[in-house]
């Protein structure tokens, strides 16, 4: 967990990199940007930022912030247990570089490695490298994780409805649902 | 219809219009804009241009650049032939205004009017201003139009399956697939 104050700087931090990128957030968004430690508490190393635009029983749209090197952790989206599909997203870079991990292949010299304290709880490694402009689709039920450039990055995410609930995380010590 | 030559003029204005935001596109992206002119040979005043980014049988993105005054000729998104719910859609404003008119209550003093010539085809007129940050929501089957303001506009749409075939336009000249 992080204190308040953290959290709070984080949030700041993020408006102002939206910002920069000249994303236009209303006051109340910029008051409910969330700002996720998966309950490590390394936000620095493991954390992601971010703004739901929308969020209906059929699609969802955010805008994902990631500070210079900040991972999120290996997850997956599995089928609901109402029956319907998981969660199928497509990230696309609007600024920076992220270096996405998926289930496949292993990309042999990746650009990054997950946090060295949670190597354990990292198995997907075919690598997809996403500069402004270039996007990738994540089918669902298929592991992935990412980490930012030295830039840090900001990803759109267009996707069917998200629930966060019912993601899988790798890590078992990870939970997802702000508390 | 418009010659090759207004398409592609209007292909590189909206490009460049885009890259003014900060919002990046792939080479191939950007030959691959969308040039809408709805059929009647009128662009500067009856048209879109739209780039759009995924369309899977779940979701949609696509990014939607009006230059000022343009107009998107009234329609809506009625369920479709194999069952399946008509498409809902989010337009959230990146830069300029725009007003968005749906079916409802009217609006007295609106903002602006439909064009001069085509007023018989245009019957939604409960007014929505969508200045940079602010975003609407369109149900399916509800009828909506939406005109750019003096500085044009780009409007992210977030949806469902996307799938121009099934469109419904009032004005009936109109034919909204590209030749
Ligand atoms: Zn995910
Ligand atoms: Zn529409």
Redo the contacts with the bound molecule.
Sequence with gaps: MQTKEVVQSFREKTAHYLKQANIVLTEKEKSSIEVADFGLGRLEQVGLQLITYVNTDRYCAKELVLFPGQTCPE?K?PNRANGDRG?Q?TFRCRTGEVYLYVEGEKTELPKVYPPEDDLQYYTAYKEIVLRAGEQYT?EPDTL?WFQAGEEGAIVSEFSSNSDDAS?IFTDTRIDRLPK
């Design positions: 997850h989206h969660k997203e994540i992935h993601d």
